[in-house]
């Protein structure tokens, strides 16, 4: 997932493919039985056993993306019970270091770097597999936590995914021409996500255009704005409506 823009601002650095490897090789090896895919799945696997991301307080613009490694789901569904051992102990230690950082009421631990609603969904998603896996139950409350965030259990009360639910508070106002000019509403939307204070002061071109309706919550180190000037914390993402219908279609099967 990299970019090399002409005239924009920032680039889409993404640093590790390890991931997308081993998720091929796994796949390879569903479909055709030949165990020399699933070793050159387990050996991609041990190369990004944590996905960089969890435990840190910052990284690049989508530098480890996809923001969780479904790989290691799809090798250990089909591996040997050691592999599955070594597996669900990768998606464990991801786990455990969000966690560390999971010490406030909200119970989430994630960095708020551009996109944090893509790696909210993602926590959510390693926490649901590794339990499906394993049937270990230990992360299920921050599991939770990472869903209710999504949908309004957040300082601003505001489901990050627009028109859910429809009499819900969810984005009105959002960084898309759609929206803006057509008047259109982008369901199932999940927006960028609340970023660092720091970060929405710097970035380029970036303005607010009406005064913030949730500028009581914004005093402290991450903001949100439901406002199209904030293409930062309010923008509908591809890749995340994406991750976030994964997540739903998981939840559906309960």
Request: glycine share 10%.
């Amino acid at each position: 997932c990299q970019t090399a823009p002409g005239r924009g601002a920032y680039y889409y650095e993404e640093d590790d493919w390890e991931d997308d490897m081993e998720l091929g090789a796994a796949a390879l090896y569903a479909l055709t039985s030949d165990v020399r895919y699933q070793a050159k799945a387990m050996s991609y696997a041990a190369k990004v056993k944590v996905k960089p991301w969890m435990g840190a307080d910052t990284a690049n613009h989508y530098q480890w993306y996809p923001w969780h490694n479904i790989g290691h789901y799809e090798a250990a569904r089909r591996g040997t019970f050691n592999e599955r051992l070594t597996l669900t102990g990768y998606y464990r230690d991801g786990l455990k270091a969000v966690e560390k950082k999971a010490d406030n009421g909200f119970k989430v631990g994630i960095p708020f770097i551009w996109c944090s609603n893509d790696l909210m969904t993602s926590f959510a998603i390693q926490a649901m597999l590794y339990r499906r896996i394993t049937g270990d139950d230990r992360h299920r409350e921050l599991e939770q936590a990472a869903i209710d965030w999504l949908f309004g259990t957040n300082p601003w009360g505001v489901s990050m995914v627009i028109g859910v639910p429809s009499d819900g508070n969810f984005a009105r106002d959002p960084h898309a021409v759609i929206s803006v000019k057509l008047k259109y509403q982008l369901d199932g939307g999940l927006l960028d996500g609340p970023v660092y204070a720091s970060i929405f002061k710097n970035l380029a071109g970036i303005a607010l255009t009406k005064p913030d309706q949730y500028a009581k919550w914004n005093t402290g180190h991450i903001v949100y704005h439901d406002d199209w000037g904030d293409y930062s914390t309010n923008e509908p993402i591809m890749d995340g409506a994406a991750n976030v219908a994964y997540l739903l279609s998981w939840l559906g099967k309960r």
